[in-house]
T-cell receptor, first 115, second 114 residues
């Protein structure tokens, strides 16, 4: 089974702190994604990556950056955390077959609270 | 830009009732379509997907969905819901071109009373 793991289930940080959220997948998937999930807003794509050192902005990249130095690991960075970044953060991965996206496999999520 | 619309924010049903959750998307080209489910406290997981072929697709736990191209719809159905179907359901769409990620709807919360 595909496994996507996230470094923390719950995280509490202070405004202005730099925050790192880590995601690791064990199925050699090319694509990895970071979403935030908020009630009534569904999943919104922050960033995604097709390959090592490649990244693409999603719908809401402001205030975030990402790093993908190894194929299995995709990190989300909040440069200076703010209270409006309090949310559930979901990581996902998917294989790239024939140049198109397939089913995404999700991690358990990290619930981040910024005080 | 692509978008996905889920018609119902919250649906409340009794056990054994039939379920239909609406999903419409806006994209004129060929698409891949997905329904994901998130049970309380659990990961998002795939219920079913449509890539091509028979527009009526069957998924896990007795769910099915029908792709109607002319209506840009991919509605989720289940003939008889159970209490354990209480969850949040997300419709997602991907345009079939390289470099396009999944677009998710805002989700529908289903509450089933026993």
């Amino acid at each position: 089974d595909v496994k996507v793991t996230q470094s923390s289930r719950y995280l509490v940080k202070r405004t202005g702190e730099k925050v790192f959220l880590e995601c690791v997948q064990d199925m050699d998937h090319e694509n990895m994604f970071w979403y935030r999930q908020d009630p009534g807003l569904g999943l919104r794509l922050i960033y995604f990556s097709y390959d090592v050192k490649m990244k693409e902005k999603g719908d809401i990249p402001e205030g975030y950056s990402v790093s993908r130095e190894k194929k299995e690991r995709f990190s989300l960075i909040l440069e200076s955390a703010s209270t409006n970044q309090t949310s559930m953060y979901l990581c996902a991965s998917s294989p790239l077959a024939g140049g198109r996206h397939n089913e995404q496999f999700f991690g358990p999520g990290t619930r981040l609270t910024v005080l | 830009a692509q978008s996905v619309s889920q018609h119902n924010h919250h649906v409340i049903l009794s056990e054994a009732a039939s379920l239909e959750l609406g999903c419409n998307y806006s994209y004129g080209g060929t698409v891949n379509l997905f329904w994901y489910v998130q049970y309380p406290g659990q990961h998002l997981q795939l219920l079913l997907k449509y890539f091509s072929g028979d527009p009526l697709v069957k998924g896990i736990k007795g769910f099915e969905a029908e792709f109607i191209k002319s209506k840009f719809s991919f509605n989720l159905r289940k003939p008889s819901v159970q209490w354990s179907d209480t969850a949040e359901y997300f419709c997602a769409v991907n345009a079939r071109q390289a470099g396009t990620a999944l677009i998710f709807g805002k989700g529908t919360t289903l509450s089933v009373s026993s």
